[in-house]
Antibody
C-alpha cells in the first residue's frame, strides 16, 4: 500500500523559508501516471493546493504562491520537497503531501495523502 | 473565498439521504468531468471518495455517489450512518492558471 510521510520543522519564523519533505513508500515516485502534490489547510479552514511536480521535474504551481514556492523531486530517495519563502503567520497550517493522479488533460485527483504536518509560523 | 461554492453545513438522520452541492463555472466544474470529492474527519487527512464526477475508488462504500449538471456537481450519501459525519470538500480541474480549485467545505452532521 502506498504511503506518504511529511517531515520538517514544526516552527518557522516569519519572513523565513518553510522547508518540508515528503517520503513515498510502497511505490515508485518515478511513475508516468502521477504527479506529486503539496496541499495546505489553515486550522479550522479549507484546503488550498500549493503545487505539483512530475518525476521528470515538470511543475505546476498555484499562481497566488508561485513567486515564493519551489517544489523539487529526488527520485533516488523517492522523495519530493517543498520550499516556501518569506512566510507569514497567516501561513500557519497543516501541510499535506499527496499523490496527484493524471487524467488525459492534466493532474486530476488526489488519491493518497500523507497524515499532514502542522507548521506554525511564529517568532 | 473559495473558487467552488459549497453549503457550509448539511444534516440528516441515520438512514436518510443527503446531497451536497458544489457550484463552479464553465471553466472548471462545467467544462471538465474532473470533479472529485474528499471526506475529512477531525484531525485526519482528507480521503478520496469520488473522482471524475461519479467514480468510486476501491473500498469506498456504494452509499456514496456523484453527479454533475451544468456548472454544479453533487455528492449524495444514502443510508446515512454516524461514521459519515465529517467535512466534505469538492475539487475540480480548471482551465485557469490555478489548475486545481477546491470548494470551501461542507460540514455534515448526522442527527
Amino acid at each position: 500500500q502506498l504511503q506518504l510521510q511529511e517531515s520538517g520543522p514544526g516552527l518557522v519564523k516569519p519572513s523565513e523559508t518553510l522547508p518540508l519533505t515528503c517520503t513515498v513508500s510502497g511505490g515508485s515516485i518515478s511513475s508516468s501516471y502521477y504527479y506529486w502534490a503539496w496541499i495546505r489547510q489553515p486550522p479550522g479552514k479549507g484546503l488550498e493546493w500549493i503545487g505539483s511536480i512530475y518525476y521528470g521535474g515538470n511543475t505546476y504551481y498555484n499562481p497566488s504562491l508561485r513567486s515564493r514556492v519551489t517544489i523539487s523531486v529526488d527520485t533516488s530517495r523517492n522523495q519530493f520537497s517543498l520550499k516556501l519563502n518569506s512566510v507569514t503567520a497567516a501561513e500557519t497550517a497543516i501541510y499535506y503531501c499527496a499523490r496527484h493522479t493524471l487524467s488525459k488533460v492534466a493532474p486530476d485527483y488526489f488519491d493518497f495523502w500523507g497524515q499532514g504536518t502542522l507548521v506554525t509560523v511564529s517568532s | 473565498q473559495s473558487a467552488l461554492t459549497q453549503p457550509a453545513s448539511v444534516s440528516g438522520s441515520p438512514g436518510q439521504s443527503i446531497t451536497i452541492s458544489c457550484t463552479g463555472t464553465s471553466s472548471d466544474v462545467g467544462g471538465y468531468n474532473y470533479v472529485s470529492w474528499y471526506q475529512q474527519h477531525p484531525g485526519k487527512a482528507p480521503k478520496l471518495m469520488i473522482y471524475d464526477v461519479s467514480n468510486r475508488p476501491s473500498g469506498v462504500s456504494n452509499r456514496f455517489s456523484g453527479s454533475k449538471s451544468g456548472n454544479t456537481a453533487s455528492l449524495t450519501i444514502s443510508g446515512l450512518q454516524d461514521e459519515d459525519e465529517a467535512a466534505y470538500y469538492c475539487s475540480s480541474h480548471t482551465s485557469s492558471s490555478t489548475l486545481v480549485v477546491f470548494g470551501g467545505g461542507t460540514k455534515l452532521t448526522v442527527l
